[in-house]
């Protein structure tokens, strides 16, 4: 007991800290949850022929892009490549420029990661 009484600061905030860590990663689920919800709402729109609600979805997880982790992005370029065929040109479906999109983010990605492991590779 008297422990807890001398240590009670420290341990008020050890118990913050870890209730905050908590609280991050249970906000990083539920935006990658709302993420993939997004995604799907989109596939179904773009593939039931409701345009402009699409285009709105589409323009939403464009934006999206560049804050999004990797694993985000390949779960959306499997599930995208998976109905579209990525060697034909579909260029007026919004699902394959949103699939391109991926594509290329992470394309630009793996660059970026390239270029700094040359760096890194170089300084050693």
């Known amino acids: 007991m008297r422990f807890l009484v001398r240590n009670r600061n420290a341990l008020l905030v050890m118990a913050v800290f870890v209730l905050a860590g908590l609280m991050v990663l249970r906000q990083y689920r539920v935006n990658e949850a ?11 729109l773009e593939s039931k022929g409701y345009r402009k609600p699409a285009e709105h979805l589409f323009q939403v997880l464009a934006q999206e892009l560049s ?3 990797d694993k985000v992005l390949v779960e959306d370029l499997l ?7 990525a060697k ?6 919004l ?4 699939h391109t999109a991926v594509q290329h ?6 660059e970026r990661r390239v270029e700094y492991a040359i760096k890194r590779a ?3």
């Open 95 to 98: 699902l394959w420029k949103y």
């Open 88 to 93: 034909a040109r579909e260029a007026d479906t």
């Open 67 to 69: 804050r999004m982790p």
């Open 34 to 44: 709302a993420h993939r919800e997004m995604r799907e709402d989109f596939i179904v």
């Open 122 to 124: 170089e300084a050693k």
């Open 79 to 85: 599930r995208t490549g998976s109905l579209v065929d």
């Open 105 to 110: 983010a992470l394309k630009v990605r793996a």
